[in-house]
C-alpha cells in the first residue's frame, strides 16, 4: 500500500507554522486542530516538523517556563520526509530506522517539494490493520469455497 492511498483516505489537510511562531501558540493551533504535528515552513519551503512530544519535552526541560519559546527551539533539527509513492513497509523503516538516531511518529509527505499532507504512525498502523483485515477475509473465503477432496 503506497503513502498516497492512505492521504486519500484520511484526508489531506495539513497545518503549518513558522519557526518564529512561539510555542505557545504552536501547541495551542495544535490542541485546537487535535493534531500531533505542525510542519514549520519558511518562503514556501518545508524547514522542519514540530510535534507534540517536542512541546512536552519543552515543559519538561523548562520546568513550564515556555513563553518565551519558539518553535524554532524544539523544533526538529533534522528533517526526515516520505513521498505519496513510498509503501507503507519503506515509511514504517523510515519512522523507525533513521539517521536522525530516535524514532519519528509524524512524516511530512513531499512530491517535488510541494508538501501534500503529513502521515502518523497511528494512520500506518491503521491502514495496515485494515489491509489485513481485507485479506484475512479473502483467504477464509477462499478457503471456504475449496472444493472438496473426496469428490
Known sequence: MKVGYVLEQ?????????????????????????????????????????????????????????????????????????????????????MINNRTGHRIRHLPVVDNGELRGVISISDVVEALLTQVEFENKLLKNYIKNWPDANL
Open 10 to 94: 484520511k484526508g489531506v489537510q495539513s497545518y503549518s507554522t513558522t519557526a518564529d511562531q512561539p510555542l505557545t501558540r504552536a501547541a495551542a493551533v495544535m490542541t485546537e486542530q487535535r493534531i500531533g504535528s505542525l510542519v514549520v515552513t519558511a518562503e514556501g519551503r518545508i524547514e522542519s516538523i514540530v510535534t507534540e512530544r517536542d512541546v512536552l519535552f519543552a515543559v519538561g526541560r523548562y520546568q513550564g517556563e515556555i513563553s518565551a519559546l519558539t518553535v524554532r527551539d524544539v523544533m526538529a533539527p533534522t528533517l526526515v520526509t516520505c513521498s505519496s509513492d513510498d509503501t507503507l513497509d519503506r515509511v514504517m523503516d523510515l
